[in-house]
């Protein structure tokens, strides 16, 4: 691998991470936000505004441009499985079964784009990065369990999140197949407007009196829904969906496994929510899982060899 290769994945690793800071931050603004607002009405009008947020970024930019025929089944395809179907199922099935049992469903997710990677795009996992992965399902695991160790019986709920995660994995492939020929900034700002006005519609079905509900919210709360929807969904999105189109969909994959530590850290200083030493050694794992999985370490492996030849 050449080194602008090396330097070049490096920073979209560094991207990656402050990416999974910020992920992990808004989930616990997406707490007070659901707490507060009807679920389904209230996530579909934080991701068309994130849509129309990536828009106006776009503008400045310029890079703006109606998509051909064949992007927009990508764009299509990507808003139901990556928004409307990730969210929805995503949304059901928490709400039916255990916090622990949907957080390590959760955590096949890497594991699960990894396969489709695989199965769809030729991709060959090396015994390095296989290791990555099973690090960072131990890791999710002693995190998740750390706690609350009332791990539940299969439900229907466990079903529903299990098709988010495959939902959300299928999706990926499709991003990294578009990206081929659409930006994949200009991609997420048009999955983001069409998936989120699928999930209102949903809303308007599901909680008819969701959006006349909207009113009654406090200048802090909205304070908090528009920087959740600006900076965690827009920019956040752009960025691990570019990054995507960079690095492919299982190596970026892998840096989800460090958005279920931080999700709980920042749980931890913002909500009051109890952190063990069992978040720290699950912490070791996802770390580890991320160096191994995202072939970070492989390269910094061939970097050394190529200085030896060189010398």
Same mark, same amino acid.
């Given at each position: 691998?050449?080194?602008?290769?090396?330097?070049?994945?490096?920073?979209?690793?560094?991207?990656?991470?402050?990416?999974?800071?910020?992920?992990?931050?808004?989930?616990?603004?997406?707490?007070?936000?659901?707490?507060?607002?009807?679920?389904?009405? $209230?996530?579909?009008?934080? +991701? %068309?505004? *994130?849509? !129309? /947020?990536?828009? &106006?970024?776009?503008?400045?930019?310029? #890079?703006?441009?109606?998509?051909?025929?064949?992007?927009?089944?990508?764009?299509?395809?990507?808003?139901?499985?990556?928004?409307?179907?990730?969210?929805?199922?995503?949304?059901?099935?928490?709400?039916?079964?255990?916090?622990?049992?949907?957080?390590?469903?959760?955590?096949?997710?890497?594991?699960?784009?990894?396969?489709?990677?695989?199965?769809?795009?030729?991709?060959?996992?090396?015994?390095?990065?296989?290791?990555?992965?099973?690090?960072?399902?131990?890791?999710?695991?002693?995190?998740?369990?750390?706690?609350?160790?009332?791990?539940?019986?299969?439900? $229907?709920?466990?079903?529903? +999140? %299990?098709? *988010?995660? !495959? /939902?959300?994995? &299928?999706?990926?492939?499709?991003?990294? #197949?578009?990206?081929?020929?659409?930006?994949?900034?200009?991609?997420?700002?048009?999955?983001?407007?069409?998936?989120?006005?699928?999930?209102?519609?949903?809303?308007?079905?599901?909680?008819?009196?969701?959006?006349?509900?909207?009113?009654?919210?406090?200048?802090?709360?909205?304070?908090?829904?528009?920087?959740?929807?600006?900076?965690?969904?827009?920019?956040?999105?752009?960025?691990?969906?570019?990054?995507?189109?960079?690095?492919?969909?299982?190596?970026?994959?892998?840096?989800?496994?460090?958005?279920?530590?931080?999700?709980?850290?920042?749980?931890?200083?913002?909500?009051?929510?109890?952190?063990?030493?069992?978040?720290?050694?699950?912490? &070791?794992?996802?770390?580890?899982?991320?160096?191994?999985?995202?072939?970070?370490?492989?390269?910094?492996?061939?970097?050394?060899?190529?200085?030896?030849?060189?010398?």
């Amino acid at each position: 691998m050449k080194e602008g290769n090396i330097v070049k994945n490096s920073k979209i690793y560094l991207i990656l991470i402050g990416i999974m800071f910020l992920w992990g931050l808004n989930v616990s603004a997406l707490k007070v936000i659901v707490g507060n607002f009807p679920p389904i009405t $209230i996530t579909a009008l934080r +991701v %068309f505004t *994130a849509g !129309v /947020s990536v828009f &106006i970024i776009l503008l400045f930019l310029k #890079k703006i441009r109606l998509p051909s025929r064949k992007e927009w089944k990508y764009i299509i395809g990507g808003s139901i499985l990556n928004v409307t179907g990730h969210h929805l199922f995503l949304g059901i099935g928490l709400n039916v079964t255990s916090a622990v049992n949907g957080g390590l469903i959760l955590g096949l997710g890497p594991l699960l784009t990894a396969l489709m990677a695989i199965l769809f795009l030729g991709k060959k996992l090396t015994f390095v990065r296989t290791l990555g992965f099973i690090f960072g399902g131990i890791g999710v695991s002693l995190t998740v369990l750390a706690g609350d160790t009332s791990l539940s019986g299969m439900s $229907i709920g466990d079903f529903y +999140v %299990f098709l *988010a995660i !495959v /939902s959300q994995a &299928i999706s990926f492939i499709i991003i990294s #197949k578009a990206a081929k020929t659409l930006d994949p900034r200009l991609l997420t700002g048009y999955m983001l407007v069409i998936g989120s006005i699928l999930l209102l519609l949903i809303g308007l079905w599901k909680e008819p009196e969701g959006l006349a509900s909207l009113g009654n919210a406090s200048v802090g709360m909205w304070s908090i829904f528009f920087a959740s929807a600006i900076f965690a969904t827009a920019v956040g999105h752009m960025l691990y969906n570019y990054a995507i189109g960079q690095t492919g969909p299982a190596e970026a994959s892998i840096f989800l496994n460090l958005n279920t530590f931080l999700s709980i850290l920042f749980a931890g200083i913002f909500l009051g929510e109890r952190i063990t030493s069992s978040h720290m050694l699950g912490l &070791i794992f996802i770390v580890a899982g991320v160096i191994f999985g995202s072939g970070a370490l492989e390269e910094l492996m061939l970097k050394n060899r190529a200085k030896r030849n060189a010398a």
